[in-house]
């Protein structure tokens, strides 16, 4: 890209405009302005202030939906309580009555016709040359919109870095980063100045409250430096006041902020998540942080040292928030807020978790089976949970951890791990060890509450390899697979997700779901992500906390969608285009009954307990009791 | 009983020490499994068991990352041999073996033994350019032999250059050289209390290796071992009337002191 020459501004929230040659403009035009919080603006409108704002996004990265906001609407129908197609359907309640039945014929139309504006907007931007041409004409529509500044700002933040490109030389706003790490931290060598960087679907960004970068999804931190500082800024400055910048909209992207203690977490999305959304993803990169260091301890060390570089503590832990964000793209449990279990003939899931059960030593309290990054079994001490679901979230970040990195994969491993929704502030200790090198499928993890319990652990282990030897566990479950949509035996139903709201037998034990395989034609990773898309939008109307809505008949372009919730259940559904509604009804009522059937298999029943521990919840709940275990990593010794 | 599932009890354990990045992973494995590929950081501790003749050595390969810093007196707890890991390219790993890892060891056994290694031999020393993954027979045997004759480390070693070097187009950090790491030897004793002259010399176990090219590494794993072989069979001994060891016998009566220790 070519180096833009010139001198580049940013108006900031006091009211200041620098320059990046260091000069400072005082400009009261902007003062109190920026508390717009959610901007939708209408895509390539043709006044100047749009097409700016869209020049200027358009360097943060490109789109990948052609339709913004109004073609959603107009495919969607609701099913109306008067006209119940099926008695299956008799308990729905209508949310949603202005909606006509039937899908649009002209969507697809629309579609082309948004896509050919789309194409125009983005040529606005190559024939313009995004340096100069953009820098001035932003500025000089600084004070038009708030949330469109806000944006610029982000934008500008990029060329500032891209510009100049003058090394060692912060954000006026904060100074961030400029420090040096050594090289050998920088392997996320994605140059930042690219248009391919700009061009992710979805940045991730972590930065401390006094601005310090942490974790950035794309390229390293440091060379994303000011960028940090500037939505840090933003940040800061809308604390300051009452107003809490939580997102804003543009046409191409949405970014969304969240603050957890000290950390500030930033999501540049141009995914057309909502913001709710979004902001569950966020939730869990704060977990998966927590997971690693405590709560505790991240807010010790931030008492203690304002400025501390928490990136100190998580060098080497990229691979997992990487592997994490990628997982949330493309796995639906994330969405769902459910754990996918590997299906199973009960008999055999029955057996592993015996096995498991009769493996036990003090202070143990979970022991877990997984394979091909799938749950087998989970088995827990008694005591325990009495009285609290274990959450999915937490299994979501095991899952991920082990998934995540292949050091996992040689030798026995004994590591302090935090469950965050269990009890964000004390530590597990996690045995981990692969029942079946090389190839490494199968898992073994075992959590115990005891650091110094790892040997009487590692026996467990051999206890239950041994039975698993015994039985011949290993080749049955590597018979294993998930299944395929087809068994269903429902010829227009393409995939589906189902999530049951208690499983019988498991009352408050473990939000499950099941899904089958994704086949044609959702095989490519563009084809399936496209699917999981229309299943996120499905799930934010489901859920929108405005209006939220019981049934949703959806026809798109190449699939139609019907999402469901009940007080038992929350269906998705994808039929092929040509599904008539009656059809899709009795396909539901198909699928519902073939579930039923195959309960026992598709999800974890009757999970088992132990009790060894003689006290286990108390030392692993009791937070306060037990505060020395997130102290004990030591942490704070090296502040 | 299948043969995975028969219990190996260790009789001695080896920790291997020093700061995130170093290729004590690489090390590990060049030694157990005669290669040098792609290593991931290592999460929290990995636990390995080598038959070394009649006997099994637990060998810990530890994270060097700061987020677990505070389990490292829990796999040193009642360890025989320490080895400080230090990558030869980068003067800051040497410092930072003495600043967080050293006092890791006060959980070690009384004789506990201490070997400092600097790695990534090869990109300093020619000499550790080249392969010597050639002695694979050696790989299984199940007597101890002599030390083979492989170039002694220190003795023979040239000093490399002190400044830092180009190396396909990155500059280095500042190197190490066999002498500061003898220096922190000396240290090592002295923290320890222990008399140089009644402690092994800082020629025997000061090491450059390369887990790249297996320069040393074989030499380095073999002499602790046998230097560990007297615990082993003191151990042993002392194990005569309950012929099942304990595998948490380093646990016991030390499990309250260390946990105070530890923070
Ligand atoms: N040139 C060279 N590179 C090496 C050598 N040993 C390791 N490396 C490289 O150094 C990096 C780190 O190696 P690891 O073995 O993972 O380091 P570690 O000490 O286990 O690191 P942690 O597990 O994070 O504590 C890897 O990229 C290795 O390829 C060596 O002998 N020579
Ligand atoms: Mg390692």
Redesign the pocket.
Known sequence: MAKPSGRYSTRHFDGTKTDWDGIMERDNHQEGEAQGVKICDPPCESNPPAETLATSLSLLGNHMFPDPVESKDSNVTTVNKEEPPDSLLSDVTAEEKSLDAEPHSDHVTKLQTEETDNSECQNNVSTQPPDRGTEDAAADNDQSDSGEFVVTMLAKAKLEEQGIGVKGRSSPLLEAGTQEYPAFMSHRDEDVTADSWRQHRKHVFVLSEAGKPIYSRYGSEEALSSTMGVMMALVSFVQSGDNIIRSVYSEEHTVVFLQKGPLVLVCVSSSRQTEQQLCGELLYVYYQIISMLTQASISRIFEHKKNYDLRRLLA?SEKILDGLLNLVDSDPSFLLAAVHCLPLASSLRDNLSQILQKAITPNLVFSILIAKNQLLTIVQEKTVIEDTRLEPADIHLLLNLIGASSAFQAGEIWTPICLPLFNPDCYFYAYISYLDPPECTVCLLLLSTDKEAFYAVAECKRKIEEAMMAQNSLSLIDKVHSYSVSQVGVSDLRHFMYKPFDVPDNYRQLTQFTSPEMEAPYGSEEEKMRLLDLYRYMHSRIHSTSRPLKLIYHVAERETLLAWVTSKFELYTCFSPLVTKACAITAITKLLRWIKKEEDRLFIRYPPKYSTTPNPSKSSRGGKSDQQDSTDNGVLSLL | MPEVSKMKKPDVKVVLL??????????LHRYMERK?K?????VGGAFFLKQWGPYNISIW?????EQFHGLGSMYCRGAAAVIF?YDVTNWQSLAELEERFLSLTDTANHDCIYAVVG?????TDPKAQLSQDSDVASKDRTEIEEERTEPQVLSACPTPPASPVSFSGITLHKQVTPEDAVAFYGRILRYKGLEEKSSLPAEKMCFE?????GYNVDTLFEALFDLVLPSILRKRSENQESPTVDLEECRGASNKRARSACC
Do not use: Q
């Open positions: 080497g | 020093g700061d995130m990045n170093v290729g004590k992973t690489s090390l040098f792609d290593t991931i950081s290592t390969d530890t994270a060097g990352r890991t790695n990534k031999a090869d990109i290796t390369s887990a790249k090219t």
